[in-house]
């Protein structure tokens, strides 16, 4: 039986966690799987740390991390993927959002993708069968226009470089927890690849249908999207050599979260 960690970032996701979690667990219920669900909560406002601590008190399956303040998506992945890799040792991890906008029942596709040998296993909207629902037409240019230009500038093949809904193998991670990222927001996506892509990883792409949240507020800032294309500039102009930056980097988290 496979243990597959579900990590899920969050950060005042209150209307949407309970509803995610639930989904989770039902398509994996036919216990092929041991499957755990790891939120990392940045001191949400609005209770959705509470909700996931009085659920993980009921399921063991359940597990809280909660963070003093709002350190950015990237970092709490980093934090998240620690955690796992040390207290569950998973032989698959899932990397998803909290709005609902990456449907679960892609989930059983995506990890038996992983489980048959690909490092990187992405849930893609530019692939065939692939696509978004319910995007404005300005959300689908900045996303077509971020995924060109990464793939122009850093020479990554993958057609959705931005996507968040992934599956890591114990190689992906192991690798990923040796290199210092730069990016601590959403620019870890694009950050990431490049590194499995650079180290020769075995990368696939699965069709996916995204959903734009339903409730609660996207996250996705001005700053956000500066902070993507300074990275994409400063990768673009080192390649390779940006790699020496990432070494000799801490297997221990610095962040101050309880669990």
Request: zero cysteines.
């Amino acid at each position: 039986m496979a243990r597959i960690a579900v990590l899920i970032p969050t950060y005042n996701e209150r209307d949407n966690i309970s509803l995610l979690i639930d989904k989770v667990f039902n398509n994996f219920s036919d216990g092929t799987h041991d499957v755990h669900i790891v939120v990392i909560d940045d001191n949400s406002s609005d209770g959705t740390g509470y909700i996931v601590a009085k659920i993980a008190e009921v399921n063991d399956h359940v597990h809280l991390l909660s963070r003093p303040g709002k350190y950015g998506l990237g970092s709490a992945y980093m934090d998240g993927l620690r955690w796992s890799d040390s207290n569950l040792s998973p032989d698959v991890f899932v990397q998803m959002d909290a709005d609902l906008s990456h449907p679960p029942h892609y989930l059983p596709t995506l990890v038996k993708e992983a489980l048959e040998g690909h490092d990187v296993t992405i849930g893609s909207r530019y692939v065939e069968g692939g696509g978004s629902v319910s995007w404005s037409w300005y959300r689908r240019v900045i996303s077509r226009g971020a995924n060109s230009i990464a793939r122009l500038m850093l020479r990554i093949r993958e057609k959705d470089a931005t996507s968040g809904f992934r599956t890591l193998s114990r190689r992906a991670v192991h690798a990923l927890l040796d290199f210092d990222l730069s990016s601590k927001g959403y620019a870890y996506q694009i950050e990431s690849l490049f590194l499995y892509s650079t180290l020769g990883l075995s990368i696939k792409e699965v069709p996916i249908l995204f959903f734009e949240r339903r409730k609660g507020e996207t996250k996705l800032s001005i700053l956000e999207i500066l902070n993507f294309v300074y990275l994409l500039m400063f990768m673009s102009l080192t390649r390779f050599k940006a790699l020496k930056q990432f070494k000799n980097i801490s297997r221990h988290s610095k962040g101050n979260f309880k669990y």
